[in-house]
C-alpha cells in the first residue's frame, strides 16, 4: 500500500511562489511515476506534471516554464514547485502515484492511469 498526504497550499498572489509537498508512507515511491493533478470547481481533474522513476520530467504545456517537479527519495517526498501563478492556477491540487511497474509516465495521462491519490491541498491564486 502507497499513502500519500499533500501540503503546502495555500492563497498568494498572482506572480508569487508556492511549494506544494507530497509524503508517501506505506511503500518507496521511488520506483513509481509520481504526478501532480488539480481540479478547479465544475472541471475536470488534469494532470500538471509527472516525475518518473529515474527523475524525467512531463508538463502540461500550461504550466510549462512556471512549474518545476522533483522528488527526495531519501524523504519519500515529491514536490511541486510553483512559481509566476496565475489566478487560473486556483485549484485543488492532488498527488498520486502509478501502480508499481508501470513504466509510462507523462502529464498527459488520465487520472484513471494512477492507483494512489492523496486528499489533496488547495491554491488559490489572486489576481
Known amino acids: 500500500q502507497v499513502q500519500l498526504v499533500e501540503s503546502g497550499g495555500g492563497s498568494v498572489q498572482a506572480g508569487g511562489s508556492l511549494r506544494l509537498s507530497c509524503a508517501a508512507s506505506?511503500?518507496?515511491?521511488?520506483?513509481?511515476?509520481m504526478g501532480w493533478f488539480r481540479q478547479a470547481p465544475g472541471k475536470e481533474r488534469e494532470g500538471v506534471a509527472t516525475?518518473?522513476?529515474?527523475?524525467?520530467?512531463s508538463y502540461a504545456d500550461s504550466v510549462k516554464g512556471r512549474f518545476t517537479i522533483s522528488k527526495d527519495n531519501s524523504k519519500n517526498t515529491l514536490y511541486l514547485q510553483m512559481n509566476s501563478l496565475k489566478p487560473e492556477d486556483t485549484a485543488m491540487y492532488y498527488c498520486?502515484?502509478?501502480?508499481?511497474?508501470?513504466?509510462?509516465?507523462?502529464?498527459?495521462?488520465?487520472?484513471?492511469?494512477?492507483?494512489?491519490w492523496g486528499q489533496g491541498t488547495q491554491v488559490t491564486v489572486s489576481s
Open positions: 516525475i518518473d522513476r529515474n527523475g524525467s520530467t
Open positions: 506505506g511503500y518507496p515511491s521511488s520506483g513509481r511515476c
Open positions: 498520486a502515484a502509478r501502480g508499481a511497474w508501470l513504466t509510462a509516465c507523462s502529464a498527459y495521462l488520465g487520472p484513471g492511469e494512477y492507483r494512489y
